[in-house]
């Protein structure tokens, strides 16, 4: 970027230290292909937000420096992105309130700085528009949340952890419309604010690419309403997976089936994975229920003021381990009953007698989960079942 929009201001000598910096990064990145082992390289063409920086980077220096080898080697990579792209308009590592701000950082970058001859300068922009469309359908204005599931998240309220998607918001809509707080640097992950001069450097070129009735829409709540998506992230997902949300005033429900051949997503990350996420308002703060992921396959139904779940490849030994926010009001609870502004009715086949513990900064059964503490309420299957573990959570809110 600083090559594109600066180089009066950088010395020749200078560029040349930086491009030839880009080109072993280049070469280097040649070296890079995915590995199932968790403690090896992951880089995919489905892993969304490196890869498609991998091809513009392969891309944009083949270019500069005139090797052809390397340009074709860009081309190639970003027609495997977008091949996973087309499938149903969705990024592959769909929905994370961090990474998806990366991947349309990458997608601006395709788009304003390679020739029109490019792949990628040909379908970025309308990749930004299909993400931008499945963001505005998320994105709860007055929560100030993308509603659930995530992919991979950095924490459970965008309010409290700094999300790259609230410096675009930002960038778009103002910082009292975004997820920011006033002071942003006492956030949690708060050192992703780096990222903020190069989202500002970008905003003019990509808010022209955001569907007008989406940037409007990003600031008034437009009603309850659903949203349903499709993505693919093999070779972890071994068939698509299918999301659904729903989205009310003060309460969102959003889950995705999948068959995987990992625990926690694609990432095999069980802490940033989150396949089923409940959001409400207690009328003081945002809090959550998010189901902590300890299977391979789930099938899911989401449709107002209910949440399914399914595990297809259970047994006797399943749980389901529902995380749950702390309270400003309620430091301790007993039952779902001490939830502030919720109601919560659990039903199912499973025990219904469950293990509550909580997950604390100072104290606790466990540590907190990305800076957040939270009560985990486990159910566990009856003594001698068989079938099809599965459980309900009929929710509503008392305002």
Do not use: C
Not at 117 to 127: L, N, Q, R, V, Y
Not at 341 to 350: A, K, M, P, Q
């Amino acid at each position: 970027m600083a090559l594109e929009e600066f180089p009066k201001l950088i010395s020749k000598t200078t560029q040349d230290l930086m491009l030839e910096s880009l080109h072993n990064a280049t070469k280097g990145d040649e070296y890079r292909f995915g590995n199932l082992d968790p403690k090896k390289d992951n880089l995919y063409p489905s892993y969304s937000n490196p890869a498609i920086m991998r091809a513009f980077m392969s891309g944009w220096t083949g270019r500069r420096l005139k090797e052809s080898n390397m340009t074709r080697s860009g081309e190639r990579y970003a027609k495997d992105i977008i091949d996973l792209f087309n499938r149903a308009d969705t990024l592959s590592e769909f929905n994370s309130g961090t990474y998806t701000g990366v991947s349309l950082y990458g997608l601006t970058l395709w788009s304003k700085y390679l020739p029109k001859d490019s792949i990628m300068a040909k379908t970025g922009p309308e990749m930004i528009k299909h993400t931008w469309e499945a963001v505005g359908e998320l994105w709860h204005p007055s929560m100030k949340n993308m509603a659930g599931p995530w992919d991979r998240a950095y924490g459970y309220d965008m309010n409290r952890y700094l999300s790259l998607m609230a410096l675009w918001f930002w960038a778009f809509i103002g910082k009292e419309n975004s997820s920011l707080i006033q002071k942003p640097q006492v956030m949690s992950h708060s050192a992703d604010y780096a990222w903020a001069p190069l989202f500002a450097a970008l905003a003019k070129t990509h808010e022209k690419l955001i569907p007008k009735q989406v940037l409007q829409g990003l600031k008034t709540f437009k009603g309850e309403h659903n949203f349903t998506a499709s993505t693919y992230y093999p070779p972890f997902d071994t068939v698509p997976r299918n999301i659904s949300t729903w989205v009310s005033e003060d309460l969102t429900i959003g889950a995705q089936s999948f068959r995987q051949i990992s625990l926690g997503g694609p990432a095999q990350s069980q802490e940033s994975y989150n396949p089923a996420v409940v959001q409400w308002n207690t009328g003081k703060e945002i809090s959550f229920i998010s189901l902590y992921p300890t299977e391979t396959a789930l099938d899911v139904q989401v449709s107002p003021g209910k949440l399914h779940l399914s595990y297809p490849r259970g047994n006797s030994s399943s749980m389901f381990s529902l995380l749950v926010g702390t309270f400003i009001e309620k430091p301790t609870i007993k039952s779902w009953d001490d939830l502030p502004n919720l109601r919560v009715n659990v039903s199912g086949n499973v025990n219904p007698k469950f293990e509550l513990s909580f997950g604390g900064a100072y104290g606790g059964a466990s540590q907190t989960v990305r800076d957040f503490e939270l009560w985990n309420f486990t159910y566990t299957m009856p003594i001698g079942f068989e079938g099809t573990p599965n459980l309900t959570l009929d929710l509503r809110t008392l305002q």
